[in-house]
């Protein structure tokens, strides 16, 4: 369902599907669409949910540049995750 809720662009409802179903499979168009959208928060749900699922370099620099995206909200969390091991190329 993500997918094809993806394909007619309805990014935060996808997201919310891939959530639910645990599926990080299509990681790369959702990090695409949602940086062109700037839906940073959703991303950032997005890919703490996929890194339980792949390691992926990816992965953990796209969170790392969402938790900025999104200003001061998310600045605690930014910081705990740089400073914990990921995998990220900053």
Known sequence: MGKAQLDQSLLREAIESF?????????M??????????CWEELVQFLLMARKKLKEQII????????????????????NFISEPNQADI
Do not use: R, T
């Open 29 to 38: 168009p959702v990090i695409n669409i949602a940086k062109n959208q700037e």
């Open 19 to 27: 959530i639910k179903a645990e599926n990080p499979s299509m990681y």
């Open 60 to 79: 953990d620099s796209e969170l790392i540049f969402a938790y900025a995206s999104c200003g001061e909200k998310f600045l605690g969390e930014l910081e």
